[in-house]
């Protein structure tokens, strides 16, 4: 089933893309290795879709009396939808887990699957997402044309910035010729605040993205139902946060692989990857020192540097295929026998942690954002309800 949207786009900021860990040229994979792999952990095997009686409760009314419908979404302006769309293909998991969220079907590529974690799902009674079926639009040779005309999709939630800036094969000619010949694009690079290339149109926080997605694809009601438990998590994160002075200092680097002589500094900014952090007010150790941020600089630290700030608590990101147990006896074992990590106050603490993914939806939020309270403030207690997630995922509000 094809959209037939029609798609008004604004200029789109050119710049050269360069190798990051964000994304897959030249940058670190999220598994164990030093490469962008992507091989798939264990997937689960089925698919929080909702049933053709919830889709007809939600979009009926809109779709048979208010279609054509236009929604807005920066950087590409007022995109209209003829129908409702079916099918789509998300730039990464933060889009990804949206769906799950709004009960659709996964989506029919992302990025680097590998780094759609679909493994949170478990807590969530009655929702897997089989993530090997999942199609990788990052190849050797970069991004394809020819697999957006294969996957027909009826909406493309990709910024088309993302695309032309880290993919040297795009450029704003392929973005039309795909948004006219096949779908519209509909989407903003919305994880990291860091991208230069990004400052000249809005950055949208993870729910306000989250609306304008349910918007697009009339789920506005599974949305609000979201956003209210969305309100009552964040009172309950809220009440566990200490005062000030007992808030610890905190590092986030990329580590590639399971015995990291050097790594990638994240300081905490607006993006959504860092969302759960900036919730629990924790303090920046890198944010008062000489070390650039990986976005700006590409800047490369070793154990040294780490071991003059000493922050209270070390998060390395990149390790969210891992289990606790499995980054505990790579990771963590290994900086525990190293002359130099050896030394740090949090290896000797025992406060070396997975420092969550780069790309994260509503579901996914809740998940990391209550382990992080376990790792920074000894939290045990239970911040939201799994049921309740599972519910309105399945269309009952």
């Not at 993530?131 to 909406?155: M, P, T």
């Not at 780490?306 to 990101?317: G, N």
Request: aromatic share 12%.
């Amino acid at each position: 089933m094809r959209s037939g949207a029609a798609l008004t786009t604004i200029g789109l900021a050119g710049c050269t893309g360069e190798d990051s860990p964000e994304t897959s040229t030249g940058g670190r994979g999220d598994g164990t290795s030093g490469t962008p792999t992507d091989t798939p952990t264990a997937t689960n095997t089925a698919t929080p879709t909702a049933s053709e009686t919830e889709t007809v409760t939600e979009t009926a009314t809109a779709t048979a009396s208010e279609t054509p419908y236009s929604v807005s979404m920066e950087p590409v302006g007022e995109v209209t939808f003829e129908s409702v769309p079916e099918t789509w293909v998300a730039n990464n998991g933060s889009w990804a887990d949206m769906g799950v969220a709004l009960g659709l079907e996964p989506p029919e590529g992302v990025w680097l699957p590998s780094r759609y974690h679909t493994q949170y799902y478990d807590e969530i009674p009655g929702v897997s997402v089989e993530r090997e079926e999942i199609a990788k639009l990052w190849g050797d040779s970069g991004v394809g044309k020819e697999q957006f005309y294969e996957f027909e999709a009826d909406v493309h939630v990709i910024d088309p910035n993302f695309l032309i800036n880290r993919s040297k094969s795009w450029e704003q000619g392929d973005i039309d010729e795909i948004s006219e010949g096949v779908a519209p694009f509909f989407g903003n690079s919305i994880f990291s605040g860091g991208y230069e290339w990004h400052d000249e149109y809005e950055y949208y926080s993870l729910y306000e993205a989250f609306e304008k997605l349910a918007q697009a694809f009339r789920r506005t009601e599974r949305y609000a139902a979201f956003e209210s438990l969305h309100e009552e998590f964040q009172s309950n994160v809220a009440d566990v946060v200490p005062s000030e002075g007992e808030r610890p200092s905190v590092a986030i680097f990329w580590a590639g692989g399971n015995e990291p002589e050097e790594f990638s500094p994240y300081l905490i900014h607006e993006g959504t990857s860092f969302k759960q952090w900036r919730d629990l007010e924790v303090r920046d150790a890198l944010a008062n020192t000489d070390v650039k941020d990986f976005h700006s600089s590409r800047a490369r630290v070793g154990f040294e540097t780490l071991l003059e700030i000493d922050p209270q608590i070390v998060l390395f990101r990149g390790h969210e295929n891992q289990t606790r147990e499995e980054f505990q006896s790579t990771v963590v074992a290994y900086m525990e026998d190293h002359d130099v990590a050896s030394g740090l106050a949090a290896v000797q603490n025992g406060d070396v942690y997975r420092g969550g993914p780069l790309y994260q939806g509503p579901i996914t939020n809740l998940v990391v954002t209550e382990r992080a309270t376990k790792q920074v403030y000894d939290v045990e207690e239970t911040l939201f309800d799994r049921e309740r997630v599972s519910d309105i995922v399945h269309g009952d509000f």
